[in-house]
Structure formats: C-alpha cells, structure tokens
C-alpha cells in the first residue's frame, strides 16, 4: 500500500462530488483527505483526494472515476511526483503570548504567522506537509491550544501541462 | 389547476407547463410506449399524457419495479430506451430494484420520477425521499430538475446518456412546482456531452497486434457477451467467427448473438454453462474475449482463469478493461466496429485437432449431463430441460425467451436452440427474481410481431405475480411457463451440494396458480404427467392470447454442470 494523490476535473455540478466519494465508499477505501475547488480552466473544478492503496485497485478507482458522465478526467501520482501542501489553523490565548515569548519563538521557527490577533484569541497559520503542521501542534499544545483545523491536502502534478494538454482536445471536439 | 394543454385539433401552443413539456421531450424521441404508475408529485405529468394518449401510450403496470423490468424488456428487445414513469417517496423508491438490473445489464432505459415541490425539500415532506441520492450507485447518470425550463435538456441528455456508449439506465426527478411552471418550449436533441466520450476512438494499433495474435494461435477461444447485441453486430461478429473458424462461446448476456446450433458455438460460459467452453477457456492459448466483462459468474476463481491464455479484450468501456482479468491486448471502441477492422486484418485458418477437442467435451456432457435431463427415466417426473426442449422444437427456435432467475433461468438458457438474434431476455448480472412476467410484457411491446415466453419459476412468479393484472389489462400476448418444482430450487440446490441438505426455508407451499391465472382472465392448464405434456404445449404455443402453462417437475433435481463458487472453470463438475 502507498500514498496516491487523485485528481479529478469535473464540471460544477450538485451532487457529483457524492457520486466521486461513493466509488471509494463502496470499494471500502478511506478517503485521507478531500478538496475541491476551481481549477486553472474557467467552470471546470478540480477535486484533489488523497488514499492510501495498492496501486491495481488505485488506476481501478481511476477508471471508475473517469467513467462519470461530467468527470473530464481523473489523474493518480505518487507523491514524488506532485508538489504539495497543506494549510492548518491553531487558535491559541492571546494571554499566552504576551506572558512567555517561547510561544513567538515556536511559531519564528516554524516559519508560521500570525493571521489574526484579538484580545483575547490569536490565530496562528502554517502551510507545509502533514508533518510540520503537525509537528507545530505538539510544539504549541503545552502552551494551550484552543482550536486546531487543518486543511485537505492541495497538490500540483510536476508534469506540464496535465489536464490542458487533455482539455484542448475536448474543446476541438466540442467545436466539431 | 385549468389544464393549459390543447388538444391535437388546436395548434400547439409553444407556452406550456414543464409537464406538458415533458411528454412533448418524450415524444421527439420517438418514445411512444412508456410504463409508469401515477401519484401526487407526478400527477401534472399524467395530465398531460391525458391530453397527449394517442401519441404516447401509457402502461399502467401493478407496481413501480414491474414498470422498470417492463421498460428494460422493451429497450432490451426494441433497441429503443425504455421509459418509466413514477411518483415520489414510494413510488421512486419502488424502481431501485429495476434500476440496480439496468445498470448491471447495461440497459438504457430513463426513469422519471415526480418530486415534492422545490420549497417542499428537505423538509420531510409527504412522499419526500432523496431520490437522486439513493439511486446515484445504481444509475449511469441521475439529476434532480426544479425549473421547468430545464426539462428539455435535461430530458435530451438523459436519452443520449442512456443509449450511447455503455448503456444504462438514468434518472430524472422533476419537482411537482417544476411540472406546473410555465415556459417557452423548444426541443434539441443532444449529441455531444464535452466531459463525457461514449465511443472510444479504434486504435489501429490495437486491431493489428490482435490480429497477429490470433494468427498466430493453435487453439484460440472467442468468449462473447451483450456487447454485441447492444452495439447491433450481429453480422460483424458471424462474420468474424465464420472466417476465424474459432469456436465461440456465450455468457448469459451474450445469448442469442450467434445462433446456438451454429456450428462453431460451443454454448454457454460459467458456473451452470457448458462442459466445453468451460474446460477449453484454461486449454486455449488465446482467448478472445467480445463485449464481455469477466463477470466472477463466468470466470469462477479469477485467479486460476485462463492463465496459460494470451487474452485479447474488444470492450466499449475503458474501466472494464483488467478490472476482473488482465489482458494483453485491449481493443478499445465499439465492438461493430473493431469486428469488422479485426476481421479484415485475420488470416482465416482451420483448426481441426481443437474442434474435435470441443466435440470430444460437448459428447462428454451430452453422455453424463443432457441425455439425462432431456431423455429420463420413464417414471421420472417431468425435468425442466425436456420441457424446454420441446418448447424450443415447437416454436422452432423463434420466441423470444425472458426468463427470471434460479433454476429454469438456467435451463433455459441451456435448452432452449436461439435461432433468432436478440431473443433471449434475463437478469444477468443482478439475478432479479420477479424480472421475467413484467419484462416479458415490455417485450411483447418492444415487438409485437414475435412470440413472447416467460419461463418464470414458482418462487419468482410470486415476486411480481400482480403483473398479471397489468397483462389481463392491455390485453397483449405472453406466454407464461411455470416450471413448478415446489422449492426455490436454486438455493434448495445449494443447501444440498454445500450445507448438507439442511432445506432451510425453500419450501413453497403454492397457491393454485390456475385459479389466480383465472381471475384475471387469463387461460390455464397445469401438466404433472409426461404423457400430458405434448398437447399441452402445443396449446400453450397457439393459443390466441396470453396463456400460463405450469409443468410440475421434479422436486429435487440439481443444475449440472456446476462450478462450485471458488472453483476454477476447469473445475467444472458433472455430477
Ligand atoms: C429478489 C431475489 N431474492 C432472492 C434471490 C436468491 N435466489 C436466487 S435463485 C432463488 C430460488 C428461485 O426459486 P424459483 O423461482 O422457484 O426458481 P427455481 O430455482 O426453482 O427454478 C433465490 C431465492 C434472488 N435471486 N432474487
């Protein structure tokens, strides 16, 4: 079993994100992380899912994927072959910040920021791979954390071009 | 509500309702036979159709599934899309069944469902159920309307998306405001969908390297399926066969592509098929799989399933490709198409050791298996296959077949000699009971110039028996034979090879099936006695109108061949 990063352009439409996640449901694959947004391409969106599986069952999965009617297409990568990243959130007492420095200095070393100070609650983000957000968390833990969020994984295939290559032939189609 | 539909005699208004505009959808498809059931959130709908009788005839089955199983008979032997009509909450639930059968079978068929009303939604409402949610899994493609004016299109796209490529089934779910909303009506037609590519581009490449393989093969396997009868290659595929000289065999969903005493079909594939195909599929050195997908029905212990092979694999759908069985070249594309590239490109050859090989196989089977079920033991009760075989004599090979599914699905399917392409009608790969009467009855409408018989068993008749109601009303012609063995005969069977005969709950204790047959108008007669069964078969086929012939049978008798679930295909037992 190995890490793979899938992702799927699709049109924007209700309900198609439900008929993605039941392909991984059904085939009992536990989804790690899920995002969606809009892609490079105005209207079509693309989701970026990450699963831990065998790699026969991961181009099975692709396949299916791909087989929905407003799926354009489906890409899987090892994660050698993506950059990517995620974003977490930590809300933490402002108190704790103006009593001891130590917590600045975590956040310094981490090359985290602060994102919102308010009296009472300060917010601090970090982007960078699962590990380092995690890491910061137990950093930031015995110091108090109030709230910790973190994002799904977003990623970029290393490859040129992936979809657009694909998408200039689905509009020399659609033209005809 | 003041209908705001004319009449025929009237020019046609252009401002119309969702509803109205929904059957007007319809009829520029060309649909012109539907089957549905009414109820509040369709009711708009059925008012239209009121208006609308003389273009589109409604069937009213008994029951919403008896609606989609019709409709999939009606697509499966017409080639059109069949059409169900449904109410919301029970009613669009009730078609879970038949849509879970079409997706399987790939059958295009379009259901609509009628919805509570837009601001209605989420609130729990009467005969509120998330519909498009529950029937995602079990359909190629689903949507939920809430505005009239998008009725067309998506009426448009849901007929393209269920006949192109792959087929399969759709449904559409229009909200009761959407029905009575008024707008501009136009129709266009879809032929084209950016993100969705229904017929995959041949690759010559792929026709060449599989040419060579077959040419190069001493004893070469064509194993074929729906693909097929759906993409309508019925001489491509003779053709192919004929020139290779290859002997071919058949999955349930293949029968009836190659007639079944043609001689180089060798019958039927998997775990009730056929000796020979079964036993040659882990002989051949190349298997040429047509329009199949490797169902574990067919393949048995999928990794003990042909693996000396080099396997060559003509399929529509880009995801079947090495999902059950890895293949070593994969003709992508329409299979009419690759046929007839892939034809052209063979060298034609013979091979005699191999057919004598196949002859050798089918006299073993013939020796331990047929002669028995067709030619028993005088005082034996009546078997299934004999009866069968006498249908088919009788009928010459002609009818149209629509079985349900157990013991007699697979008889026949055995016995029964296709002489007629598109002819046989089951449920392949969700093994529906209940399918084979209201399946029968939207084939009869899907050709109403051919003989319709549905072998039904008498647990499966009981499943969807109301649709006698929906054939006593219409009036059409069905044959229906109940192959009465007082058991639910293919479980029972089970329980006997696998769980030492503990009989656990397969014991019917039946109604009389002549009385009710009666009550709806319907003839009848029942046979227990061989010496009964000639005359009484010969009735059954002439007869002018529906007739229901139960054949009592013997009790216990088992289905053989048979590969035990786990088994390997070469594992095929006899006995
Ligand atoms: C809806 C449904 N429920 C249960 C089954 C499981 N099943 C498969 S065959 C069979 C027995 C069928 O009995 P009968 O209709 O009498 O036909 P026979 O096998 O005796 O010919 C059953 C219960 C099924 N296929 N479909």
Known sequence: ?????ISIYTENMIGLLHRVTTIFTRRHINIESITASESEVSGIHRYTVVITEEE???????????KQIEIFKAFYHRNEDIVYQEMALYKMPTNILSQTREVEQIVRKHHARLL???????????????????????QLKPHGILEFVRSGRISISKRMKEFQDYYSEVEKASRL | MEPTQLTKTQVKKTTITGAEALVRALIAEKVDTIFGYPGGAIMPVYDALYYYEKELKHIMTRHEQGATHAAQGYAR???KVGVCLATSGPGATNLITGLADAQLDSTAIVCITGQVSSKMIGTDAFQETDIVSISMPVTKWNIQITKAKDIPAAIAKAFYIAKSGKPGPVLIDITKDAQFETFEFTYEPCHHIRSYVPNPQIDSKAIELAARVIDSAKKPLIVFGHGILLADARKEFQAFVEKTGIPAAWTIMGLSALNTDHPLNIGMLGMHGNYAPNIMTNECD???AVGMRFDDRVTGDVSRYAKQAKIIHLEIDPAEINKNVTVDVAVLGNCKESLDQLTKAITPKEYPDWLHRAKELITTENEMVIKDELFPPENDKITMGEVIRRISDISKGAAIIVTDVGQHQMIAQRYYNFRQWKSNVTSGGLGTMGFALPAAIGAKFGAPHRQVIAVIGDGGFQMTIQEL??????????????????????????QDLFFEKRYSS???????FQIIAKGYGITAEKVTEREDLESAIHRFLSHDGSFL???LVGKENNIFPMIPTGASVSEIRLE
């Open chain 1, 1 to 5: 079993m190995e890490q793979f990063t």
């Open chain 1, 56 to 66: 026969v069952n991961v181009k099975n999965v692709v396949k299916q994927i791909e």
């Open chain 1, 116 to 138: 919102a100070v308010e009296p009472e609650f300060t917010i601090i983000e970090k982007t960078g791979f699962k590990e380092e957000t995690q890491d910061l968390f137990e």
């Open chain 2, 77 to 79: 032997i017409s080639g």
């Open chain 2, 286 to 288: 190349v298997l040429i």
């Open chain 2, 469 to 494: 109601g929906t054939l006593f009303q219409t009036r059409v012609d069905v044959k229906i034979l109940i192959l009465n063995n007082e058991f639910l005969g293919m479980v029972r069977q089970w």
């Open chain 2, 506 to 512: 397969v014991d019917m204790v039946n109604p009389d």
């Open chain 2, 549 to 551: 012939l139960e054949v």
